[in-house]
């Protein structure tokens, strides 16, 4: 039981550079998500699909941009990074939206220097 | 963007000790959601409200939902060293039903 897998679990970015964050999920949901977590501040939503095709904007999607490529997969792009993008980044997924069953994966912690 | 207000931000106590914490809002929920997050993993739910009111266990932990919808409440009873991580409060608007907007989390560490 794979559930929501994440790549990679680390990463080192110079800033200006560009790179995609992963997210595949195997439980056949329609719903998934991207969320940053920083301290203090609990987890911010950065971009949402709520169902293969569709992408919508969440609380903090400056500086991102998303891709849901099919039902399974749903990235997260960096097109120039900056420090202020050194964050926990989680994905997450349900079976339709509005269900809160939400099933994360273990986050990719990115650093920007 | 709007976040709900978490507190305590961290409890120290010790093994055996009862456990409260509490979220809040300014706007009325439909949905409130208990999360807790292990050391480098990402957050397991652990109890889900759906009616004001409502006073849901499981195991030592026991939530409920605000009568006024603004708020929800966690406790443990008897906490054990595997209680340690980070709970967080989740909430769904009735503005928005598409998303969950997440408390800024208690840091609860439990010595034996």
């Known amino acids: 039981n794979a559930g929501v897998t994440q790549t990679p679990k680390f990463q080192v970015l110079k800033t200006g550079q560009s790179m995609t964050l992963q997210c595949a999920q195997d439980m056949n949901h329609n719903s998934m998500y991207w969320y940053r977590q920083d301290p203090g501040m609990g987890l911010r939503l950065i971009y949402y699909s709520a169902s293969e095709g569709t992408t919508d904007k969440g609380e903090v999607p400056n500086g991102y941009n998303v891709s849901r490529l099919n039902k399974r997969e749903f990235s997260l792009r960096l097109e120039s990074a900056a420090p202020s993008q050194t964050s926990v980044y989680f994905c997450a997924s349900s079976g339709r939206t509005g269900d809160y069953g939400y099933t994360f994966g273990s986050g990719t912690r990115l650093t920007v220097v | 963007g709007q976040q709900l207000n978490q507190s305590p931000q961290s409890m120290f106590i010790q093994e055996g000790e009862d456990v409260s914490m509490n979220c809040t809002s300014s706007s009325i929920f439909n949905t409130w959601l208990w999360y807790k997050q292990d050391p480098g993993e990402g957050p397991v739910l652990l109890i889900a409200l759906y009616k004001a009111g409502e006073l849901t266990s499981n195991g030592r932990l026991t939530a409920q939902f605000g009568i006024t919808r603004k708020d929800s409440f966690l406790n443990i009873s008897a906490s054990i060293p595997s209680d340690v991580g980070i709970y967080f409060c989740?909430?769904?608007?009735?503005?928005?039903?598409?998303?969950?907007?997440f408390g800024t989390g208690t840091r609860l560490q439990v010595f034996p």
């Open positions: 989740a909430g769904q608007p009735v503005y928005n039903t598409d998303k969950l907007i």
